[in-house]
């Protein structure tokens, strides 16, 4: 928890700067990169406490899982070109 909080503590700055200035809706933080499906509950917990926090902010990750968990605390799902067909 002690990382979540440090995290929201280090957005909040950034965050009011970009509502401060309408640009919030153009941002979006970007984390868990290609993670396994174990790292779940560590997804849950930091995205959920963004999500939170900023609710407009937008969380976005490259996740390869399948199956895919639709109610994740994301906003924008990345996943590898080769999956595409």
């Known amino acids: 928890q002690e ?16 509502e401060a200035k309408d640009l919030l809706k153009y941002a979006y933080v970007y984390g868990f990169d290609e993670n396994p499906p174990s790292c779940e509950p560590q997804v849950r917990k ?28 994301m906003d924008v799902w990345i996943i590898q070109y080769q999956v595409a067909n």
């Open 46 to 73: 930091l995205f959920g406490a963004i999500k939170s926090s900023f609710p407009t902010l937008r969380t976005a990750a490259v996740l390869n899982w399948d199956p895919m968990p639709v109610d994740l605390p």
């Open 3 to 18: 990382y979540v909080d440090r995290m929201i503590r280090a957005l909040k700055p950034t965050v009011e700067a970009l």
